[in-house]
Each structure stands twice: as structure tokens, then as C-alpha cells.
């Protein structure tokens, strides 16, 4: 079992930046892959960001090149998702989950453990 805790969600307008953290417990991180996902309001759960076991090779949805940024601590157990220039249709739940794969993973469905969410709200 995998346990995580996102945290560092808020209420920002657009043109800021935000961070989010995702602390894992339980089993060695380093054996997972990871990932930010989101659910904005009346929306399906889409990929935002992922990255390999080493950290080496990350990858992100094409709406957030270039503003947004997933790294890893494997020391601190956690994962860190670097947002900046937000817009309004950022606004959404964000999601820390942890993959068994030993690929970048941005389908939902292969992701085996998911944290509880924190909300970013982002007004024009």
C-alpha cells in the first residue's frame, strides 16, 4: 500500500503560480511512477503530468507545456508539481497517484494509488 497527501492548493488569480506536493508513505517510492492528474468542475479526470521512477523522463498534457512542471525527491518521498501562468480553466481537483509501471504512465487506469485531491481555483 501507497499512501498520499497532496498539498499546497489555493485560490490564486490567473498569471500566478501555485505548488503542489504530493507526500508518499508506505511502500519505497522509488518503485513507483507518478503522476498529477485533475477534474475540473463537470469534467472528467484528465492527465496533467507524470514522471519515471529515477525522475530522468517526465512528460505533460499539451495544455500545460511550458507553464507547469513535475519533479521528484526520492530522498523526501515526495512529488512536486510546479504550476505557473495560471488560467482560469486550470481551475480543477488535483490529484497525486502512484503507478507500478516502469514507463511514463498517463492513462488514469494504470495508476494503482491515488491521494484525496486539493482544489486550485483560478479566477480571471
Known amino acids: 500500500q501507497v499512501q498520499l497527501v497532496e498539498s499546497g492548493g489555493g485560490v490564486v488569480q490567473a498569471g500566478d503560480s501555485l505548488r503542489l506536493s504530493c507526500a508518499a508513505s508506505?511502500?519505497?517510492?522509488?518503485?513507483?511512477?507518478m503522476g498529477w492528474f485533475r477534474q475540473p468542475p463537470g469534467k472528467e479526470r484528465e492527465f496533467v503530468a507524470a514522471i519515471t521512477r529515477s525522475g530522468r523522463t517526465t512528460e505533460s498534457a499539451e495544455s500545460v507545456k511550458g507553464r507547469f512542471t513535475i519533479s521528484r525527491d526520492n530522498v523526501k518521498n515526495t512529488v512536486t508539481l510546479q504550476m505557473n501562468s495560471l488560467k482560469p480553466e486550470d481551475t480543477a481537483v488535483y490529484y497525486c497517484a502512484a503507478s507500478a509501471a516502469h514507463y511514463i504512465a498517463t492513462m488514469a487506469n494504470e495508476y494503482n494509488y491515488w491521494g484525496q485531491g486539493t482544489q486550485v481555483t483560478v479566477s480571471s
Open positions: 508506505g511502500r519505497t517510492f522509488s518503485w513507483y511512477a
